[in-house]
Nanobody, 125 residues
């Protein structure tokens, strides 16, 4: 079993930056892919970014491309999401997720087996 804990959320003005961290424990070496999703009130959970175990492959949502960067440090069992040029539409709870057994497309929430509790990101306009 994998436990995930997010941190780094907060309040930032439009155009600002935030860096999120996700610390993993348990079966950390069993994860093939780590991902970030976000969910605003009343909306579906939305894919943000994903990274392979080796870090050699990454994927981003259309809205995140060019602004967000996902990375990981396996020695620290931590995945990061650097968010630049933030916009009000980025406001959401951001969740870290771990995929243990690939069954679905990594851009779909159902592909991931473990989830953190989330960290709130609020971008003021």
């Amino acid at each position: 079993q994998v436990q995930l804990v997010e941190s780094g959320g907060g309040l930032v003005q439009t155009g600002g930056s935030l860096s999120l961290s996700c610390a993993a424990s348990g079966r950390t070496r069993s994860s093939y892919t780590m991902g970030w999703f976000r969910q605003a009130p009343g909306k579906e959970r939305e894919f943000v970014a994903a990274i392979s175990w080796s870090g050699g492959s990454t994927a981003y949502s259309d809205s995140g491309t060019g602004r967000f960067t996902i990375s990981r440090d396996n020695a620290k069992s931590t995945v990061y999401l650097q968010m630049n040029n933030l916009k009000p539409e980025d406001t959401a709870v951001y969740y870290c997720a771990a995929e243990i057994d690939r069954r679905y497309n990594l851009r779909e929430a159902r592909a991931y087996d473990y989830w953190g509790q989330g960290t709130q990101v609020t971008v003021s306009s």
